[in-house]
T-cell receptor
Framework: EAQVTQNPRYLITVTGKKLTVTCSQN?????MSWYRQDPGLGLRQIYY???????DKGDVPEGYKVSRKEKRNFPLILESPSPNQTSLYFC???????????FGEGSRLTVL | EDQVTQSPEALRLQEGESSSLNCSYT??????LFWYRQDPGKGPEFLFT???AGEEKEKERLKATLTKKESFLHITAPKPEDSATYLC???????????????FGQGTILTVHP
């Protein structure tokens, strides 16, 4: 089954404790992206990757890091989480310039 | 700056009561307009892509249309299972084969009562 898998789905952590949200897709997509979704603000892009070893900032990259060492994986790293990073995070993937983005189920992160 | 505005923010309908959701956009060059459906606690699910003014796409009770400045998602005789948040997104034309930026609207929360 074609899917984008994120882990963990739910996480409560404390300020400053480094965490990684993993994302894996099995559709051989070149393009992958991270979004955060907040009430009243919609989906905002954090980082995206056009292919292995090619990443770029989205609209709200501050406080986040990413890496793309393999085509299927695109982890999101929060080196020192802060409460304003409490949000619902989505990973998505697609073929280049394709209209259809495939989204993961989301990871709800709470930073205390 | 690219902008995507959806209206209304929330819409309550009775089962069978047809209506439309609006997505207005400003972008220097449109490379595609996309509609997604999002159920609570789930990731958005792709519905339609529209590329040029006058284009229409249909899927069951949903029909998406596109003009040069806006798109409509028409819902005909909705059922309770159509309740969801509907998201609109536009991709700008970045030139050549570049992957233009995708900008999402804030969504319309649709509730269909039986």
């Amino acid at each position: 089954e074609a899917q984008v898998t994120q882990n963990p789905r739910y996480l409560i952590t404390v300020t400053g404790k480094k965490l990684t949200v993993t994302c894996s897709q099995n559709m051989n997509h070149e393009y992958m992206s991270w979004y955060r979704q907040d009430p009243g603000l919609g989906l905002r892009q954090i980082y995206y990757s056009m292919n292995v070893e090619v990443t770029d900032k989205g609209d709200v990259p501050e406080g986040y890091k990413v890496s793309r060492k393999e085509k299927r994986n695109f982890p999101l790293i929060l080196e020192s989480p802060s409460p304003n990073q409490t949000s619902l995070y989505f990973c998505a993937s697609s073929f280049p310039n394709a209209g259809e983005l495939f989204f993961g189920e989301g990871s709800r992160l709470t930073v205390l | 700056e690219d902008q995507v505005t959806q209206s209304p923010e929330a819409l309550r309908l009775q089962e069978g009561e047809s209506s439309s959701l609006n997505c207005s956009y400003t972008v220097s060059g449109l490379r595609g307009l996309f509609w997604y459906r999002q159920d609570p606690g789930k990731g958005p699910e792709f519905l339609f892509t529209l590329y040029s003014a006058g284009e229409e796409k249909e899927k069951e009770r949903l029909k998406a249309t596109l003009t040069k400045k806006e798109s409509f998602l028409h819902i005909t005789a909705p059922k309770p299972e159509d309740s969801a948040t509907y998201l609109c997104a536009v991709r700008e034309d970045a030139g050549g084969t570049s992957y233009g930026k995708l900008t999402f609207g804030q969504g319309t929360i649709l509730t269909v009562h039986p």
